[in-house]
């Protein structure tokens, strides 16, 4: 099993709906949670960055981190056809105390591609 | 804004051959990452950097080496190539602070026939 499950999709929807895309997790030790956009044939761009539960909104994006349920969402309000993008969550401990560089690394879903059709 | 750069946004090679991927980050950042990035598999840590001259194996680094003789640049060797190493490669930088928000280039594409 992998520790960051994501659905790959594609996922197809009309333009001004909401959008929902979804990670679970199986690593209880995962403290920060983040979301990255990927347009085609470029590097992925940083969209949203939580540190443990709750939520957290920036503009037409919303984060949400279930830390008891192992799941984290990404809300896109008014969908735009510029939000056409493939979506990676990606998420790391906080390992502080235990070692310097060990929560240097990110564990990243596979990505969903997102398709909004205007 | 951060930069980092890639010397290569395509490339071909021959099995075999000694391949050297370039990064360059503009930001003064003390950690630098190599990923691959396939279909189905996502984005998978090859290796990665906090210092200049310190290396880390990530989750995929046989049949890849890393120098970091300077803090902005890090590169990527793979030593002798193979069709396996088909793929795209992606450096980040992130900061020590917040080493959790990394920032991307935006990719070597490597086809080895």
């Known amino acids: 099993q992998k520790e960051v499950e994501q659905d790959p999709g594609p996922l197809s929807v009309p333009e001004g709906a909401i959008v929902s895309l979804n990670c679970t997790y199986s690593?209880?030790?995962?403290?920060?949670f983040m979301w990255y956009r990927q347009y085609s044939r470029k590097g992925p761009e940083l969209l949203m960055y939580?540190?443990?539960?709750g939520n957290k909104e920036d503009g037409r994006f919303t984060a949400q981190v279930d830390k008891s349920s192992k799941y984290i969402s990404l809300f896109i309000r008014d969908s735009q056809p510029s939000d056409s993008a493939t979506y990676l969550c990606a998420m790391s401990a906080d390992s502080r105390g235990v070692s310097n560089f060990g929560n240097e690394k990110l564990t990243f879903g596979t990505g969903t591609r997102l398709t909004i059709i205007p | 804004d951060v930069k980092v750069t890639q010397s290569s946004r395509y490339l071909v090679k021959r099995t075999g051959e000694k391949v050297f991927l370039e990064c360059v980050q503009d930001?003064?950042?003390?950690?630098m990452f190599w990923y691959r990035q396939d279909p189905g598999l996502g984005l998978r840590l090859i290796y990665f950097?906090?210092?200049?001259?310190?290396?880390e194996k990530g989750d995929i680094p046989e049949g890849y080496s890393v120098s970091r003789e300077k803090k902005e640049r890090f590169s990527l060797i793979l030593e002798s190539a193979s069709t396996n190493q088909t793929s795209m490669y992606l450096c980040a930088s992130s900061d020590r602070p917040r080493h959790n928000e990394q920032f991307f280039g935006p990719g070597t594409r490597l086809t080895v026939l």
């Open positions: 950097s906090y210092d200049v001259k310190m290396k």
């Open positions: 930001m003064d950042h003390e950690n």
């Open positions: 939580t540190y443990s539960s």
């Open positions: 690593n209880s030790a995962f403290q920060y």
